[in-house]
């Protein structure tokens, strides 16, 4: 499991980068998650509050996480 984590658009970003570099070296990972925001229009609003509603504060990205490698190991 390879999760990556932005705080800007999911499109051409970081997550987009790694998985371009685990194909093209034959690494790619059983699950890739890519953690970010939705490519859509991103109303105004405070850093935290957007992060919060976009699911990017601390336990949400951690639920995720967990949730993530449940999924990966096979455990519900």
Known sequence: LVVTLEDH???????????????????????????????????????SDLMLRYGLGTAEITERCRKELGRTLGVR
């Open 9 to 47: 658009a999911l499109q051409a970003g970081f997550g987009s980068a790694v998985a371009e570099c685990l194909l093209d070296r034959g690494a790619a990972p059983s699950r890739l998650v890519r953690i970010g925001l939705p490519d859509r229009f991103i109303e105004h609003g405070s850093r």
